[in-house]
């Protein structure tokens, strides 16, 4: 279906009604702005018959990835939930949308849709001999001060310049994470969204202007929660911690704002970011299993 603007600020309600059960709440304005949302076929909600949402559902090609929210009692408005998206996914495989393998994250302790996803074919990649994958979800309680950093001669730290900025950050985000996904159109429109605060969109330039490092930070004003997504430094760069230097800036502004908790999710195999975010006073609070499911050749 076509997600409006309306649409979206109930997704986002429903995501904190059952916040202790899903990664992604504060940080939602950043993924609503995908582009995975411009086609209507991509997205499915739920409602009861008094018109009350119960359930939403995206099928995110940049992370190649299910999105969804969902009462975590309702087992069977789950299975309906990855019926849904496995038939998306096969029906997208031949589009710009589609990819041969998708999937799903879920906490370690959500057994119950675990068994769901089980049923559904999809795999837990927990133990895949040398390509196993598994996730952390960390917070960081905010009362903590956060260490100053000195940067490098010539460098600065400061927010993103706008509109003016989006083709530089698009450019430094894709060598960044080596994937073409982030899109001008995409960062635009989350300048636009009215849950976007300029202030936590940090860059660090170099001396010669180009940008360097990035990190963005959310903030829910309602529940005090704050996280971050995404966080990158260019390897030209990396020797200098300028990643370290930009989280430490957004978590100070998230101090700022009144945060209580900030969060993050983060792979266990990426070892240096694992390690940032433990410098900088995050700690793990649940693990995060990834699942798949293959469907072919795109």
Same mark, same amino acid.
């Given at each position: 279906m076509l997600v409006n603007d309306t649409h979206k600020l109930l997704m986002a309600a429903l995501a904190r009604?059952?916040?202790?059960d899903h990664l992604h709440v504060t940080d939602l304005p950043y993924r609503f702005c995908s582009w995975a949302l411009d086609d209507p076929e991509n997205t499915r909600m739920w409602f009861n018959a008094h018109g009350e949402l119960l359930a939403w559902a995206v099928l995110q090609t940049p992370f190649w990835l299910l999105d969804y929210v969902c009462d975590p009692q309702d087992s069977a408005l789950h299975r309906e939930i990855l019926a849904w998206g496995d038939e998306r996914a096969r029906q997208a495989l031949d589009t710009p949308y589609g990819h041969p393998a998708w999937f799903v994250n879920v906490f370690s302790d959500q057994t119950g849709r675990?068994?769901?996803?089980?049923?559904?074919r999809f795999t837990s990649q927990a133990n895949v001999s040398e390509d196993s994958w598994t996730k952390v979800f960390m917070l960081r309680p905010a009362e903590p001060?956060?260490?100053?950093?000195?940067?490098?001669? %010539?460098?600065?730290?400061?927010?993103?310049a706008g509109e003016s900025e989006v083709e530089a950050y698009g450019s430094l985000h894709r060598a960044v994470f080596e994937t073409k996904n982030m899109t001008a159109e995409w960062r635009s429109r989350t300048l636009q969204h009215p849950d976007y605060l300029p202030d936590l969109d940090i860059v660090v330039a170099a001396p010669d202007g180009r940008l360097a490092a990035f990190c963005v930070g959310w903030f829910d004003p309602s529940s005090g929660r704050g996280q971050i997504e995404p966080l990158g430094c260019h390897q030209d760069f990396r020797q200098y911690a300028l990643g370290r230097v930009a989280l430490a800036e957004v978590l100070r502004r998230l101090q700022a704002h009144g945060a209580q908790q900030i969060y993050v999710e983060t792979d266990h195999y990426r070892n240096t970011a694992f390690a940032l975010y433990?410098?900088? %006073?995050f700690r793990v609070t649940r693990?995060?299993?990834?699942y798949r499911k293959d469907y072919g050749a795109v």
């Amino acid at each position: 279906m076509l997600v409006n603007d309306t649409h979206k600020l109930l997704m986002a309600a429903l995501a904190r009604r059952f916040s202790a059960d899903h990664l992604h709440v504060t940080d939602l304005p950043y993924r609503f702005c995908s582009w995975a949302l411009d086609d209507p076929e991509n997205t499915r909600m739920w409602f009861n018959a008094h018109g009350e949402l119960l359930a939403w559902a995206v099928l995110q090609t940049p992370f190649w990835l299910l999105d969804y929210v969902c009462d975590p009692q309702d087992s069977a408005l789950h299975r309906e939930i990855l019926a849904w998206g496995d038939e998306r996914a096969r029906q997208a495989l031949d589009t710009p949308y589609g990819h041969p393998a998708w999937f799903v994250n879920v906490f370690s302790d959500q057994t119950g849709r675990q068994r769901d996803l089980e049923a559904a074919r999809f795999t837990s990649q927990a133990n895949v001999s040398e390509d196993s994958w598994t996730k952390v979800f960390m917070l960081r309680p905010a009362e903590p001060p956060v260490k100053c950093y000195r940067l490098p001669a %010539g460098f600065t730290v400061r927010p993103l310049a706008g509109e003016s900025e989006v083709e530089a950050y698009g450019s430094l985000h894709r060598a960044v994470f080596e994937t073409k996904n982030m899109t001008a159109e995409w960062r635009s429109r989350t300048l636009q969204h009215p849950d976007y605060l300029p202030d936590l969109d940090i860059v660090v330039a170099a001396p010669d202007g180009r940008l360097a490092a990035f990190c963005v930070g959310w903030f829910d004003p309602s529940s005090g929660r704050g996280q971050i997504e995404p966080l990158g430094c260019h390897q030209d760069f990396r020797q200098y911690a300028l990643g370290r230097v930009a989280l430490a800036e957004v978590l100070r502004r998230l101090q700022a704002h009144g945060a209580q908790q900030i969060y993050v999710e983060t792979d266990h195999y990426r070892n240096t970011a694992f390690a940032l975010y433990e410098h900088m %006073g995050f700690r793990v609070t649940r693990e995060v299993l990834v699942y798949r499911k293959d469907y072919g050749a795109v």
